[in-house]
C-alpha cells in the first residue's frame, strides 16, 4: 500500500481547517511533520490535493473528489480498531440535532444507545437546521436530526417521523380566553418567533403563507426556552413545536391557541452526506429512531 492512515488523517484535517499548522496541532504532530505527510501523499502519487496560498490551503477539485472517499475510508479503520481493542463495532458517533429535537426527543435516544454500546464515545451537538447541515455536509457529523426541509445535492433527507407546531400564549394574554384565532387575529398579534434558519421558522413562515409580510414579528430568539419565557411575560403571541409545549400547557403556565385554518403540520427529517460511510454506529443510531417514533 502506497499511503498510510496518518497521511489520510493530515489530508482530512488539513482540509477541514484550511491550514496545515492547525491540522498538525489537532493530530498533536508538528508543522514539519504534517507538511511532509501531505507532501508524500502528493508526490508518490503525482497529484496536488491542494490549491495553496500563503499559510492558507484551500481544497484543489481532486481534494474535494477524493475527500468523500478519505472519510468514509478513516471512518472504517478506526471502526476496525475499535473492534479489535474493545471487541465491539461501534467506536464514536457525532450526532447533530436541532433544538427542538436536541432538548426534547434526542437525549433519550441517546441513553438507549450508550446502555446498547457503552464502550462507545457519543457527541450531542445542538443548533439550528442550516448550522447541522452544514456540519454534515463538512464531515463533522455524522448523523444530523432536523426540524426543517432541505433540498441538497450532497445530503441524503430521510424523513422520520411527524410533528405539530402550536401557537400559544399567557394566561393573562387577551386571547387567551378566545383561543381559536381567525386569520385577522394572527395579523393583529405581536409574535415572539424563532430565527430565521430555523426549521421552526421555516414551518412558521409556510403555515403562515400570505399572511408574512404583514405580520407583527416583535422578537426573533435563537432559543425554544427564551420564546417561552417572553411569552410567558407577555410580550407577544408564540408558535413552537407541540413536543417543546406539553409540561408549560399540563401547567397551565401558557395556554394553547387554535388556528385550524391554517397547516400546522410538518416532519423530522435524518440528514447524511451521501458520500458518508454507514458505519454500524449509525444504523444503530437510526434504528433506534425509527424505534421511537410514535
Known amino acids: 500500500m502506497y499511503y498510510t492512515l ?9 482540509a477541514h481547517y484550511e491550514n496545515v499548522t492547525q491540522a498538525a496541532s489537532s493530530l498533536a504532530m508538528s508543522q514539519s511533520a504534517a507538511s511532509s505527510a501531505l507532501q508524500d501523499l502528493e508526490q508518490r502519487f503525482d497529484i496536488q490535493l491542494f490549491d495553496r496560498a500563503g499559510k492558507r490551503v484551500q481544497l484543489s477539485e481532486l481534494g474535494k ?4 472517499r478519505a472519510e468514509a475510508l478513516l471512518a472504517q479503520a478506526r471502526e476496525f480498531e475499535h473492534s479489535l481493542t474493545q471487541r465491539t463495532d461501534v467506536a464514536e458517533l457525532k450526532v447533530g440535532a436541532t433544538l427542538t429535537i436536541g432538548n426534547y426527543l434526542a437525549v433519550p435516544i441517546m441513553a438507549e444507545f450508550m446502555n446498547l454500546h457503552p464502550d462507545a464515545r457519543v457527541s450531542l451537538t445542538v443548533e439550528n437546521t442550516a448550522a447541522i447541515a452544514s456540519r454534515v455536509r463538512n464531515f463533522e457529523l455524522d448523523i444530523g436530526l432536523i426540524e426543517g426541509e432541505l433540498q441538497d445535492p450532497v445530503l441524503e433527507v430521510i424523513p422520520w417521523r411527524d410533528d405539530e407546531l402550536a401557537l400559544f400564549c399567557a394566561p393573562g394574554h387577551p386571547l387567551a380566553s378566545q383561543r381559536t384565532l381567525s386569520d385577522a387575529d394572527l395579523l393583529a398579534a405581536r409574535w415572539v418567533v424563532r430565527e430565521a434558519g430555523s426549521g421552526t421558522r421555516q ?15 416583535r422578537l426573533n430568539l435563537q432559543h425554544t426556552e427564551a420564546i417561552k419565557r417572553a411569552v410567558e411575560a407577555g410580550l407577544g ?10 409540561d408549560a400547557f399540563a401547567r397551565g403556565s401558557l395556554i394553547r391557541l387554535e388556528a ?23 444504523q444503530s443510531w437510526l434504528t433506534l429512531c425509527a424505534e421511537s417514533a410514535p
Open 203 to 217: 414551518a412558521f413562515d409556510r403555515a403562515m403563507h400570505g399572511l408574512l409580510p404583514d405580520l407583527d414579528l
Open 65 to 68: 473528489a477524493l475527500r468523500p
Open 260 to 282: 385550524p385554518q391554517r397547516d400546522w403540520t410538518r416532519k423530522f427529517y435524518f440528514i447524511l452526506h451521501r458520500q458518508k460511510y454507514r458505519s454500524a454506529g449509525i
Open 6 to 14: 496518518r497521511q489520510i488523517e493530515v489530508f482530512l484535517a488539513t
Open 237 to 246: 403571541i408564540g408558535c413552537l413545536s407541540a413536543i417543546a409545549l406539553r
